[in-house]
Structures are given as structure tokens and as C-alpha cells.
């Protein structure tokens, strides 16, 4: 039997928890391919443990919340942390999102997700998983 090590457990928590919510949202809302929501406490010690850009506490008056992406309806997600103030809503509509992934996640990203959403769609036709 092999030992769960704690990076594990933490991958295990943030599949069953945020992201599953995250499957939940986009399956009741077909139509949408983003989503503001705060931010769970397993998700930020991941995105800690592999991108080292999150650390501390955030200052008053400001908590984190996730930004997520769909690119491929019930396939592919992408998560971004953002750094916001406590007034932000959950869930708002989808414009209000996207203005926000436009305005607050960086440009070589953005970049980044569309040639991913791209060679993606195109992995999955070849493999017949999508028109």
C-alpha cells in the first residue's frame, strides 16, 4: 500500500470540493464559460504549493477568489486566483466575468489559454470527442 503524501490529499480536496462545484455550476449553466467565486482553502494552499505566487495572508479587506474558465463545455476548466475585495459577489453574470478575466488576468495567459483551448479542440476531434 502506498502513503497518501499531504500534496495528494490536497489534490484529492480541491477535485471533490471547488471543482466539482465548478462541474455543477457549468452543467446548471450550459450557456456560460465563466465563473467568479470566492476561493476555497484547499485551492489556495495548491496553487501555493505549485505556483509559489500566493503566500501570506491577504490584506484587510480583501480575500481571494477564483476566476474559472471553461474552454471545453464539460471537458476543460482553468482556474486563476485573483487577489479582490470582500464586496465582490459571487456568481455574477457572465459579462461581468469575462471583463474581469480581460481586466485582471495577464495578458501571456490569456494567450496561453486560448492556444491550449485550441489544441485541445483539436486532440479531441481527432479522437472523435467532438464534431
Known sequence: MTEIVQGDE??????????????TFFRQ???RNFRLRPAWT???????RHHHAISG??????CWWII?????????????PLLAPHHFYPD???????DVWRERVPH???AKSRAL?????RVLKQHGEMP
Do not use: M
Open 108 to 110: 501571456e495567459a490569456r
Open 29 to 31: 449553466h450550459p450557456q
Open 68 to 80: 474559472v474558465h471553461q474552454l471545453v463545455q464539460h471537458k476543460i476548466r482553468l482556474r486563476w
Open 57 to 62: 495572508k491577504p490584506p484587510d479587506g480583501y
Open 42 to 48: 484547499c485551492e489556495i494552499q495548491d496553487f501555493a
Open 92 to 98: 455574477p453574470p457572465e459579462n461581468i466575468v469575462r
Open 10 to 23: 490536497i489534490s484529492l480536496a480541491v477535485d471533490t470540493g471547488p471543482c466539482e462545484s465548478d462541474r
Open 117 to 121: 483551448k485550441r489544441d485541445a479542440l
